[in-house]
């Protein structure tokens, strides 16, 4: 069911300040998700905010940013490491992935160029996991799945969505 809100519930602005049109329809809000990974080893944060827990390192992105400079700024806050993306796992969009509000992400597979994993900004910690661990482990959001398509995406490639 598509939702639409009245221009006074929601005024959108463009860039040049004025309204972008008198109603503006419900939508998912872009995320981006990043996998670090070096050898069987990959990079977790613990949360700092709800909904806590383990996670991979990501965020929102905001007007006029590219979803791939988002990736990389958002790996770098959160985990201090310089990441180059490599590959694209899949767009995860199931309306149940984040408790907060219907999110939409790319998830990047990315390796580290750089620094040494320390948790900043939104993550009270990060650190780096082995593969072979992650099924012992509970995930924020949906990242437990995304994680699981990773596994798969190791032995045999391919790109992975939310109902795959």
């Known amino acids: 069911m598509v939702e639409q809100l009245a221009f006074n519930q929601l005024a959108p602005r463009s860039n040049r300040g004025g309204p972008i049109r008198d109603f503006m329809w419900k939508n998912p809000v872009p995320t981006v998700d990043v996998i670090i990974e070096k050898d069987d080893k990959i990079v977790i944060i ?19 940013e590219i979803l791939e400079e988002r990736a990389i700024i958002e790996a770098k806050e959160e985990t201090s490491l310089d990441v180059e993306l490599k590959e694209l796992l899949g767009v995860y969009s199931d ?7 219907h999110t939409i992400t790319p998830v990047f597979i990315g390796k580290p160029v750089g620094g040494h994993v320390k948790g900043g900004d939104d993550a009270a910690d990060a650190f780096w996991m082995n593969i072979n661990e992650i099924k012992s482990h509970e995930f924020a959001f949906d990242h437990k799945k995304i994680l699981m398509d990773y596994l798969k995406w ?3 490639k391919g790109t992975y969505w939310s109902t795959k």
Request: hydrophobic share 20%.
């Open 46 to 64: 613990r949360r700092k905010n709800e909904p806590k827990g383990l996670a991979l390192p990501g965020g929102f992105v905001n007007e006029g």
């Open 154 to 156: 190791r032995k045999q």
């Open 95 to 101: 309306p149940k992935r984040d408790p907060r509000l």
